[in-house]
């Protein structure tokens, strides 16, 4: 049951062992065809060769289970290259029954931690334009936009700019 009670939610590291939830999790995502660019998720496998290889000074995923089940997920990645190391690319995505309970809020204030720690400065994302549930998100925890990338998505015979937006920490 989702609507009207309070929901328990854990957020934590996700582990190799977490790829075929985490798999799930972005089939749905990735089905409601508005929020990525692709089409389909990686496979499991590839997901948890993700999982495996880790760097924990430059890479992050959490997950945000409910009652155990993976509802939503944020990955954060550091540039390796030193003169970009401050900055880290983020990508967060919460279950369509579970969005608007706080989760994409927890998941960031949770990897701001994180990033913190790790001497990371700003946190730079993609977001379609027509994304205006995650702006809104973003919006009010403190990222601004900083480009537009015109028509930069094609879908069909419709086109969509791509908006960069970053925070500092
Ligand atoms: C964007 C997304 C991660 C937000 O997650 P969420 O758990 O629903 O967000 P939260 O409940 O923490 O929302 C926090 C605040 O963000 C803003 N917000 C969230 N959804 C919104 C919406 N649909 N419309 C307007 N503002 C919204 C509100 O200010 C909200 O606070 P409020 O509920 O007190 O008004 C979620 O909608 C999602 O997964 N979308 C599909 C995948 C996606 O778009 N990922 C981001 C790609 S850049």
């Avoid at 854990?10 to 799930?24: I, S």
């Avoid at 015979?157 to 500092?168: G, I, Q, T, V």
Wanted: proline share 4%; hydrophobic share 45%; glycine share 8%.
């Amino acid at each position: 049951m989702v609507g009207g009670t309070a929901l328990r939610i854990l957020v934590r590291a996700l582990y190799p062992e977490d790829a075929a939830a985490w798999h799930h999790l972005q089939l749905g995502i990735y089905r409601e065809q508005q929020w990525f660019v692709g089409d389909t998720p990686p496979p499991v496998e590839a997901l948890s060769r993700k999982l495996l290889a880790v760097d924990a000074s430059h890479d992050l995923y959490l997950g945000a289970l409910a009652g155990g089940v993976l509802v939503g997920w944020l990955e954060l990645h550091r540039y390796t290259t030193p003169r970009l190391s401050h900055v880290a690319v983020l990508t967060l995505a919460v279950a369509l029954p579970y969005r608007r309970r706080g989760l994409g809020r927890r998941l960031l204030q949770e990897a701001y931690r994180w990033a913190r720690r790790a001497g990371v400065e700003k946190l730079q994302l993609n977001v379609r334009a027509a994304n205006l549930a995650a702006q809104g998100l973003y919006q009010t925890e403190g990222f601004v936009q900083e480009g537009c990338e015109a028509r930069q998505i094609r879908q069909g015979d419709r086109y969509e700019d791509n908006l960069l937006m970053a925070k500092f920490l």
